[in-house]
């Protein structure tokens, strides 16, 4: 008995059509896979996932100064944060950030924005050193 309804694609056309379709769905689907974080981006991200909306933060870029705000949200790739100094939202790429605290130091009064404490606090300690080397000097000189 003869086929009334012969195919429109011959038999090896339909393989190979068959073998580029899945060929393209492999590729395409790995081209949709996010990269794989790297340590330093893993680390700020497994923090994120820690932080509660609202929560202080410190924020240090890869390269900028460091940043001070409150955590709003993050995903598989970024995170957001209100910058209270400059009022603004900011939204970086886990990538771009170098390292992520919780909270944020003191408020330096002159300059108007946040400031981290361990900065302040190892300055502060060099100021009195050279202070007190300055006193010891003078009061050796006298004698």
Do not use: W
Not at 27 to 51: E, F, G, I, W, Y
Not at 97 to 111: E, M, P
């Amino acid at each position: 008995m003869r086929n009334l309804h012969p195919s429109p694609i011959p038999g090896s056309l339909s393989k190979i059509l068959a073998s580029l379709l899945v060929l393209t769905m492999a590729c395409t689907t790995s081209a949709q896979q996010a990269s794989p974080l790297s340590p330093r981006a893993a680390a700020v991200k497994q923090k994120a996932d820690t932080l509660a909306p609202d929560a202080k933060i410190s924020v240090i870029t890869l390269h900028g100064e460091e940043e001070f705000g409150t955590f709003v949200s993050n995903n598989q790739e970024g995170l957001t944060f209100y910058d209270v100094d400059n009022k603004t939202v900011v939204t970086l790429k886990y990538i771009e950030v170098k390292k992520l605290k919780d909270g944020y130091g003191g408020y330096n009064s002159i300059r108007q924005r946040h400031t981290d404490r361990t900065k302040g606090r190892i300055v502060a300690v060099a100021l009195a050193g050279v202070l007190a080397a300055l006193i010891i000097a003078v009061a050796t000189a006298k004698d």
